[in-house]
């Protein structure tokens, strides 16, 4: 019998209105599903929706707040980036992720366990740079970090926004946190893996593939990396610019983000077999961090089959 319930959502920048539109739904089904929680945890944007939802607010009201002050800081791009320059411009995302939370608002304050995947620059403990999985079980060390600064270190993705207090967006480390989640709870709170159950839900499944010929290629072309000639760059494992929808912009990068979501389902649902749900609908190969994508999304979402989800929750979540 499931005893312990874990939810997660994975990063995707503007894609988070999926995953927080299902999530409404799921809810309209289900009006027990946050209540009967154990541990939400998020990467990235996710980690947005995750510490929400820790903190007791309420998916419909975690939702309005994202479109109507999350988005905007996604809306200004800068020229050269994501390759030769910041993409986005970061200090309307901080001051929007700080609107939303009380500045004295600490892990150890939350109502519910929360995991939160970062990656650390330089750990001076470690005089290295090193993984780190935010959280709030009995014990942590990170208990006294606020909660909107945990979120802004696991969102700083390279190559579209700048580092936050010296930590990087946690996709490299995980872009699914499952797997992540799972271990907190057998080896912090001690519960039998087989008392255990998870909702993944996803930004979306992009049909990524790369099937043209990648011999020779480097990270950069050695001949022409002036951005103004940047329109003759020819394929390589750091940009593809004449690629075709489903090819990655930013091959090494994608595969780096998307690889271990896929990864982490895999090792997560052999861990629990039937216990493991994972809502990640297919979408086409949408930006990242173009507000204008949202309305599709909400589509998609909306048209989405949740029977599935639904039967799954009935079964692990009452």
Partial sequence: ????????????????????????????????????????????????????????????????????????????????????????????????????????????NLKKRIVVPSFQLYSPELNR?????????????????????V???????????????????????????STASISFAVGKAKVPLDQIAVLSIGTGETPTQLKRDTHGWGMVSADNIRPENLKDLPPNWGVILDRSPNEPLLPFLQIVAGGNGYYESMVSSNLLGNRFFRLDPRIPNLSKTDPAVVPAVIEIANNTNLQPAVQFIEKNWN
């Fill in 129 to 149: 740079w090193t993984p780190v999985l935010f959280h709030n079980f009995p014990g942590s060390p990170y208990l006294n970090e606020k909660a909107s600064d």
């Fill in 151 to 177: 979120i802004l270190r696991s969102s700083g993705a390279p190559a579209t926004q700048r580092a936050y207090q010296n930590y990087v967006d946690g996709y490299v480390v995980a872009t699914n946190p």
């Fill in 1 to 108: 019998m499931t005893k312990y319930r874990i939810m997660t959502f994975d990063g995707g920048g503007t894609l988070g209105a999926l995953s927080l539109q299902l999530l409404n739904r799921l809810v309209q089904q289900n009006p027990k599903l946050i209540r009967n929680t154990h541990v939400f945890a998020g990467n990235s944007i996710g980690s947005f929706t995750a510490l929400a939802l820790a903190s007791g607010r309420s998916p419909k009201e975690t939702f309005r707040y994202f479109m109507e002050k999350i988005l905007p800081a996604f809306s200004v791009s800068r020229p050269g980036g994501p390759v030769f320059n910041q993409q986005l411009p970061y200090s309307g995302f901080i001051k929007a992720v700080r609107g939303f939370f009380p500045s004295d608002l600490r892990l150890k």
